[in-house]
C-alpha cells in the first residue's frame, strides 16, 4: 500500500514537472518551469526536513500520517482543475507550485511518522529485508511503473488519434492518481493498520521536553557518531550520483542521437537498477561486512556515471543506467540497515528523518542542477573515424560527479573498513562464493617464515635441516618445524591421518584434521617464534592441503583455501620453496630409505602427479613468494639457491644483527655451505 503511495509521489514529480512545462511553447520556457517546478519541492525539505524528525517522535503517528495523507489529496487533486475552472498559464503553473510546495512540506513530516513506526511492527532480524521492501517499492518499482504508465499513456493517446477531453488528457489522469492514491493511504494506516498509534512511554518522557531540546539532541547526535556521519553523507553521494543522470538524462539521450522514449528509457533503467540491486544485492554477497559493501557500492555508481559519460551508444548507457541505479540503491540498502543497527532507539526517528529527506533533497537537488547546468554548456561534434562522439557539458558533468562520487566512496569505504587488511576483491568473491574472508589476525611480525613444500621424497626434510643448520652457524634463532604433526596434538592428529593400519577418515575429514593440525601448529608455534623475531623453517603449509586434499583428492581448492585461511587467521608464510620433482623419482627416494610408506605415500601415480601440478600452478600464481627449484638437483646445490633467495629477505630483520661466522667467507671454505655462505655474507650486505 505505502508502495501505491510513493508510485503516486513520483509519477507527480514527473507530471508536475512536464505540466508546468507544456503551459509554455518557447524551450527556454518550458526548461525552467521544468525545472522551477521541480526545484520548489525542494525546498520545503530544506526549511522544515531538519524538525520534522522531533515533530514524528512527539505525536500520535497514525493521526500524523492520515492527516498529512487527506490535505495532500486535496491539494494535489486540486492542480489539474485549475486549468478546467478557466484559469490561465500563469495561474495555472502559480497554483501548481503552491500546491506542490505545500503538499512536499506535509509530506515531510509523514515520511519520519512511517520511517519510525515501522521497525515497531517488525522484529529486528528482518530490517535487511523489510528495507528492502519498502526501498524497492519506494525507489525501484513504483517510478519504473510511474515513468511507463506516464510514457504508455502518452503514447497511446497519441496513437489512437482520439482527442480527450481536457480533464482526462494523460498528464491530468496521472495527478488524479497521484491524489488518490494519498486517499487510499489514508485510509488503509487509519483503518488498517491501528498498531502503528499510541505512544510509548519513552516518547511520551521525551515528548515533555521542549521542542527545541529534542532537535538539537538529534543533531548533535549526529555530528559525534562518526559511523552514523559517514553513513549519512555517503547515502546522499550515492544519490547525488544518480540525480546528476536522471536530471542530465534529457540532454543526454539527446547527445546519444535518441529522442525522447530514450529519456524515459535511461529514467526507468535507473530505477530499475534501483530495484534489482535492492532486490538481488543482498542474496548475491551473502555475508560480506555491510560497512565494506556500502563504501563498494558508491564507488560503483560513481564509477558507472563516468562510464555513462563516456559511452557513445544507447545500449551503453542502458549498462550504465542499470549499475548506476544498483549501486545507488545497494549503497542506500547497506546504508539504512547499517543505520537501524547502529543508531540508539532514542533518536532514530530523527536520524531517519534526516537521511529520508536528506535523500529526497539531494536526489532533487542533483537532478534540477544538473538540468540547469546542462542546459547552459554547449555541445561539440567530435569525428573519431567510425564513430563520433558529442563532447558535450553533459559529458563533463558526469565525468565531474562521478569521479568525485568515487572519491567520497573510497573515503567512507577506509573511515568505516571492519575487515583492513583483508583484500577487497578477495573478500567480495569469497562472500558471493559464500565465505566471506576474516581479517587476519593482528600481531606484530618481526621474524621470517620460510616454508618448503614439494612431493614425497623431494629433499624437503634435507633442505630445511641445511638451512637451519647454515642459519644457526651465524648464530640466528631458528625454528624448525613440520606438517602435521609438530605439537603434542599435531603428533596425534598425524597418527590419526597417516597410520597405514588406522582406518582411512573421509576427504573432508581429512581436511579437516589437518588444518586442526595447522590451526595449533600456527597459534602455538609459528606465531609466537614470528613475533620474537625468529627465522621459522616449516616442512610443508598450507599449500600441501591445496595440493593433496584439493588436487589429489578432488575437493573444492577454494574450499580448502578457506578452511586453511580460516585456520591460520590468515599467517602467509614469506618465502616458500617448491621442491618440484617427478613423482616416481621421489617415490623412488622414499622407498629406497626402506622405512614403509605411510598412507598418502601409497596413493595412485595419478594422484601424485596432480598433486605435483597443484604445487606448480600455486606458485606460478604468486611468482614473488615462491621459489621453484627443480630438486632432481644435488643437495648442496639447491641449498645455495636457496640461501641466494634469502640472503634479501633476511637484510633487515632483528634476526640479522646477530653476529656473523657460518656466512661470512672466512668459514670453513670445505663445508657443502660454501656457496650459502657466499650468497648470505652479511658482511657485504649493506646494513653491516
Ligand atoms: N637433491 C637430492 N638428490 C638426491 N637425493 C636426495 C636429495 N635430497 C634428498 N635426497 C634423499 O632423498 C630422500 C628423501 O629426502 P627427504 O628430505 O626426506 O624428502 P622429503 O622430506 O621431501 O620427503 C632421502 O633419502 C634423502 O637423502
Ligand atoms: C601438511 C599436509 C600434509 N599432507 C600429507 C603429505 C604427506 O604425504 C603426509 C606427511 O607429510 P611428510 O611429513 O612430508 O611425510 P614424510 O616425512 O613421510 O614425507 O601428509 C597432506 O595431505 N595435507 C597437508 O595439509
Same mark, same amino acid.
Do not use: C
Given at each position: 500500500?505505502?508502495?501505491?503511495?510513493?508510485?503516486?509521489? *513520483?509519477?507527480?514529480?514527473?507530471?508536475?514537472?512536464?505540466?508546468?512545462?507544456?503551459?509554455?511553447?518557447?524551450?527556454?520556457?518550458?526548461?525552467?518551469?521544468?525545472?522551477?517546478?521541480?526545484?520548489?519541492?525542494?525546498?520545503?525539505?530544506?526549511?522544515?526536513?531538519?524538525?520534522?524528525?522531533?515533530? /514524528?517522535?512527539?505525536?500520535?503517528?497514525?493521526?500524523?500520517?492520515?492527516?498529512?495523507?487527506?490535505?495532500?489529496?486535496?491539494?494535489?487533486?486540486?492542480?489539474?482543475?485549475?486549468?478546467?475552472?478557466?484559469?490561465?498559464?500563469?495561474?495555472?503553473?502559480?497554483?501548481?507550485?503552491?500546491?506542490?510546495?505545500?503538499?512536499?512540506?506535509?509530506?515531510?513530516?509523514?515520511?519520519?511518522?512511517? #520511517?519510525?513506526?515501522?521497525?515497531?511492527?517488525?522484529?529486528?532480524?528482518?530490517?535487511?529485508?523489510?528495507?528492502?521492501?519498502?526501498?524497492?517499492?519506494?525507489?525501484?518499482?513504483?517510478?519504473?511503473?510511474?515513468?511507463?504508465?506516464?510514457?504508455?499513456?502518452?503514447?497511446?493517446?497519441?496513437?489512437?488519434?482520439?482527442?480527450?477531453?481536457?480533464?482526462?488528457?494523460?498528464?491530468?489522469?496521472?495527478?488524479?492518481?497521484?491524489?488518490?492514491?494519498?486517499?487510499?493511504?489514508?485510509?488503509?494506516?487509519?483503518?488498517?493498520?491501528? #498498531?502503528?498509534?499510541?505512544?510509548?512511554?519513552?516518547?511520551?518522557?521525551?515528548?515533555?521536553?521542549?521542542?527545541?531540546?529534542?532537535?538539537?539532541?538529534? *543533531?548533535?547526535?549526529?555530528?559525534?557518531?562518526?559511523?552514523? %556521519?559517514?553513513?549519512?553523507?555517503?547515502?546522499?553521494?550515492?544519490?547525488?550520483?544518480?540525480?546528476?543522470?536522471? $536530471?542530465?538524462?534529457?540532454?543526454?539521450?539527446?547527445?546519444?542521437?535518441?529522442?525522447?522514449?530514450?529519456?524515459?528509457?535511461?529514467?526507468?533503467?535507473?530505477?530499475?537498477?534501483?530495484?534489482?540491486?535492492?532486490?538481488?544485492?543482498?542474496?548475491?554477497?551473502?555475508?560480506?561486512?555491510?560497512?565494506?559493501?556500502?563504501?563498494?557500492?558508491?564507488?560503483?555508481? =560513481?564509477?558507472?556515471?563516468?562510464?555513462?559519460?563516456?559511452?557513445?551508444?544507447?545500449?551503453?548507457?542502458?549498462?550504465?543506467?542499470?549499475?548506476?541505479?544498483?549501486?545507488?540503491?545497494?549503497?542506500?540498502?547497506?546504508?539504512?540497515?547499517?543505520?537501524?543497527?547502529?543508531?540508539?532507539?532514542?533518536?532514530?526517528?530523527? !536520524?531517519?528523518?534526516?537521511?529520508?529527506?536528506?535523500?529526497?533533497?539531494?536526489?532533487?537537488?542533483?537532478?534540477?542542477?544538473?538540468?540547469?547546468?546542462?542546459?547552459?554548456?554547449?555541445?561539440?561534434?567530435?569525428?573519431?573515424?567510425?564513430?563520433?562522439?558529442?563532447?558535450?557539458?553533459? %559529458?563533463?558533468?558526469?565525468?565531474?560527479?562521478?569521479?568525485?562520487?568515487? *572519491?567520497?566512496?573510497?573515503?567512507?569505504?577506509?573511515?568505516?573498513?571492519?575487515?583492513?587488511?583483508?583484500?577487497?576483491?578477495?573478500?567480495?568473491?569469497?562472500?558471493?562464493?559464500?565465505?566471506?574472508?576474516?581479517?587476519?589476525?593482528?600481531?606484530?611480525?618481526?621474524?621470517?617464515?620460510?616454508?618448503?613444500?614439494?612431493? #614425497? $621424497?623431494?629433499?624437503?626434510?634435507?633442505?630445511?635441516?641445511?638451512?637451519?643448520?647454515?642459519?644457526?652457524?651465524?648464530?640466528?634463532?631458528?625454528?624448525?618445524? %613440520?606438517?602435521?604433526?609438530?605439537?603434542?596434538?599435531?603428533?596425534?592428529?598425524? $597418527?590419526? !591421518?597417516?597410520?597405514?593400519?588406522?582406518?582411512?577418515?573421509?576427504?573432508?575429514?581429512?581436511? &579437516?584434521?589437518?588444518?586442526?593440525?595447522?590451526?595449533?601448529?600456527?597459534?602455538?608455534?609459528?606465531?609466537?617464534?614470528?613475533?620474537?623475531?625468529?627465522?621459522?623453517?616449516?616442512?610443508?603449509?598450507?599449500?600441501?592441503?591445496?595440493?593433496?586434499?584439493? /588436487?589429489?583428492?578432488?575437493?573444492?581448492?577454494?574450499?580448502?583455501?578457506?578452511?586453511?585461511? *580460516?585456520?591460520?587467521?590468515? &599467517?602467509?608464510?614469506?618465502?616458500?620453496?617448491?621442491?618440484?620433482?617427478?613423482?616416481?623419482?621421489?617415490?623412488?627416494?622414499?622407498?629406497?630409505?626402506?622405512?614403509?610408506?605411510?598412507?598418502?605415500? =601409497?596413493?595412485?601415480?595419478?594422484?601424485?602427479?596432480?598433486?605435483?601440478?597443484?604445487?606448480?600452478?600455486?606458485?606460478?600464481?604468486?611468482?614473488?613468494?615462491?621459489?621453484?627449484?627443480?630438486?632432481?638437483?644435488?643437495?648442496?646445490?639447491?641449498?645455495?639457491?636457496?640461501?641466494?633467495?634469502?640472503?634479501?629477505?633476511?637484510?633487515?630483520?632483528? /634476526?640479522?644483527?646477530?653476529?656473523?661466522?657460518?656466512?661470512?667467507?672466512?668459514?670453513?671454505? #670445505?663445508?657443502?655451505?660454501?656457496?650459502?655462505?657466499?650468497?648470505?655474507?652479511?658482511?657485504?650486505?649493506?646494513?653491516?
Amino acid at each position: 500500500m505505502l508502495g501505491a503511495a510513493s508510485f503516486g509521489d *513520483w509519477i507527480g514529480l514527473l507530471a508536475t514537472g512536464l505540466f508546468a512545462s507544456a503551459q509554455f511553447s518557447n524551450s527556454a520556457a518550458q526548461g525552467a518551469a521544468f525545472g522551477g517546478t521541480i526545484a520548489v519541492r525542494l525546498l520545503p525539505a530544506l526549511l522544515l526536513g531538519p524538525i520534522a524528525g522531533v515533530f /514524528a517522535d512527539r505525536f500520535d503517528r497514525r493521526y500524523t500520517m492520515v492527516i498529512v495523507d487527506l490535505l495532500r489529496f486535496l491539494f494535489y487533486g486540486s492542480i489539474p482543475l485549475v486549468p478546467l475552472f478557466g484559469g490561465s498559464p500563469a495561474l495555472t503553473v502559480t497554483w501548481a507550485t503552491i500546491a506542490t510546495f505545500i503538499g512536499e512540506t506535509i509530506t515531510l513530516i509523514w515520511i519520519p511518522a512511517k #520511517e519510525a513506526a515501522v521497525p515497531n511492527l517488525i522484529s529486528k532480524s528482518q530490517i535487511e529485508v523489510s528495507n528492502q521492501l519498502t526501498l524497492v517499492t519506494t525507489y525501484g518499482i513504483t517510478p519504473i511503473l510511474a515513468a511507463l504508465g506516464l510514457s504508455a499513456l502518452t503514447a497511446g493517446v497519441q496513437h489512437s488519434g482520439v482527442s480527450l477531453p481536457d480533464w482526462a488528457q494523460p498528464v491530468q489522469l496521472a495527478l488524479y492518481m497521484n491524489a488518490l492514491s494519498r486517499l487510499a493511504t489514508a485510509l488503509v494506516v487509519f483503518f488498517g493498520i491501528r #498498531e502503528i498509534g499510541g505512544k510509548s512511554a519513552e516518547r511520551r518522557a521525551a515528548a515533555e521536553q521542549s521542542m527545541s531540546r529534542q532537535f538539537l539532541d538529534g *543533531w548533535q547526535y549526529i555530528g559525534r557518531t562518526p559511523l552514523v %556521519r559517514g553513513l549519512v553523507l555517503g547515502i546522499f553521494g550515492a544519490f547525488a550520483a544518480g540525480g546528476v543522470v536522471i $536530471g542530465a538524462a534529457r540532454t543526454y539521450a539527446t547527445s546519444l542521437g535518441a529522442g525522447e522514449a530514450a529519456f524515459y528509457l535511461l529514467f526507468g533503467t535507473i530505477f530499475l537498477g534501483l530495484a534489482v540491486g535492492i532486490g538481488l544485492g543482498p542474496m548475491i554477497v551473502k555475508d560480506l561486512s555491510r560497512r565494506r559493501w556500502f563504501g563498494m557500492n558508491i564507488v560503483l555508481a =560513481s564509477g558507472s556515471v563516468m562510464f555513462l559519460g563516456l559511452a557513445f551508444h544507447l545500449s551503453m548507457a542502458l549498462v550504465g543506467a542499470l549499475l548506476v541505479g544498483a549501486g545507488a540503491g545497494m549503497a542506500f540498502l547497506a546504508g539504512t540497515t547499517l543505520l537501524y543497527g547502529e543508531v540508539d532507539d532514542a533518536v532514530r526517528g530523527r !536520524v531517519f528523518a534526516v537521511v529520508q529527506i536528506g535523500v529526497r533533497m539531494v536526489l532533487l537537488l542533483a537532478i534540477t542542477l544538473a538540468g540547469l547546468l546542462v542546459g547552459l554548456g554547449s555541445s561539440r561534434r567530435v569525428d573519431l573515424g567510425a564513430i563520433s562522439v558529442d563532447i558535450s557539458s553533459t %559529458r563533463v558533468l558526469l565525468l565531474v560527479a562521478g569521479a568525485i562520487g568515487i *572519491w567520497v566512496g573510497i573515503g567512507s569505504f577506509r573511515q568505516m573498513d571492519d575487515k583492513k587488511g583483508v583484500p577487497i576483491l578477495a573478500d567480495l568473491i569469497g562472500s558471493v562464493r559464500g565465505r566471506p574472508l576474516a581479517p587476519p589476525e593482528e600481531f606484530v611480525r618481526t621474524g621470517l617464515f620460510v616454508v618448503f613444500e614439494g612431493g #614425497e $621424497g623431494a629433499g624437503k626434510s634435507t633442505q630445511v635441516n641445511l638451512l637451519a643448520d647454515a642459519l644457526r652457524a651465524d648464530h640466528l634463532d631458528v625454528v624448525v618445524t %613440520r606438517e602435521p604433526g609438530a605439537t603434542e596434538l599435531g603428533a596425534r592428529i598425524r $597418527g590419526l !591421518v597417516l597410520d597405514a593400519s588406522s582406518h582411512e577418515p573421509s576427504p573432508r575429514a581429512e581436511a &579437516l584434521l589437518y588444518a586442526a593440525d595447522r590451526a595449533h601448529h600456527v597459534a602455538t608455534r609459528v606465531r609466537p617464534a614470528l613475533e620474537r623475531g625468529a627465522v621459522v623453517i616449516s616442512d610443508r603449509y598450507v599449500d600441501s592441503s591445496l595440493a593433496y586434499q584439493g /588436487a589429489g583428492r578432488t575437493l573444492p581448492v577454494q574450499e580448502i583455501a578457506w578452511l586453511s585461511s *580460516w585456520a591460520t587467521g590468515g &599467517l602467509k608464510p614469506d618465502l616458500v620453496v617448491l621442491l618440484d620433482v617427478d613423482p616416481g623419482v621421489g617415490l623412488g627416494r622414499v622407498s629406497a630409505r626402506g622405512v614403509g610408506t605411510d598412507r598418502l605415500e =601409497s596413493e595412485s601415480k595419478a594422484f601424485h602427479e596432480r598433486v605435483r601440478y597443484a604445487f606448480l600452478d600455486l606458485a606460478a600464481a604468486d611468482p614473488k613468494r615462491y621459489l621453484v627449484l627443480d630438486a632432481a638437483r644435488p643437495a648442496e646445490e639447491l641449498a645455495g639457491e636457496v640461501a641466494a633467495r634469502l640472503s634479501g629477505m633476511l637484510a633487515g630483520t632483528p /634476526a640479522q644483527s646477530a653476529p656473523t661466522s657460518a656466512f661470512s667467507k672466512s668459514a670453513s671454505g #670445505e663445508s657443502p655451505l660454501e656457496e650459502m655462505a657466499e650468497v648470505l655474507d652479511l658482511d657485504e650486505s649493506p646494513k653491516s
